[in-house]
């Protein structure tokens, strides 16, 4: 079982980045997926969320407006297009999948937010 993430990186305050992790080893249809982030000192928290069913989102406020969560289940791989970037959403990002008795992270990818 893998989760890779990729896509993180050094931007500018306003500009974009696109996070991908490419799951495999399960069924990656059958898994509610999520994003979560991690700044230094600070807990683990869960950034945007979305179901096995596509049309199921759900963001942290910190995160509306300027976030997107994907999945593309043909390959294996759930996205978070990040826009507007600020400095504050400057972390460790990490996927997650879940569903009842499994779950499984990555590695994660660093995001930096500075000029």
């Known amino acids: 079982v893998q989760l890779v993430e990729s896509g993180g990186g050094l931007v500018q305050p306003g500009g974009s980045l696109r996070l991908s992790c490419a799951a495999s080893g399960f069924t990656f249809s059958s898994y509610n997926l999520r994003w979560y982030r991690q700044a230094p000192g600070k807990e683990r928290e869960l950034v945007a969320s979305i179901g096995i069913v596509n049309t199921i989102t759900k963001y942290a406020d910190s995160v509306k407006g300027r976030f997107t969560i994907s999945r593309d289940n043909s390959k294996n791989t759930v996205y978070l297009q990040m826009n507007n970037l600020k400095p504050e959403d400057t972390a460790v990002y990490y996927c997650?999948?879940?569903?009842?008795?499994?779950?499984?992270w990555g590695q994660g990818t660093q995001v930096t937010v500075s000029s």
């Open positions: 997650n999948a879940r569903r009842v008795a499994a779950e499984y």
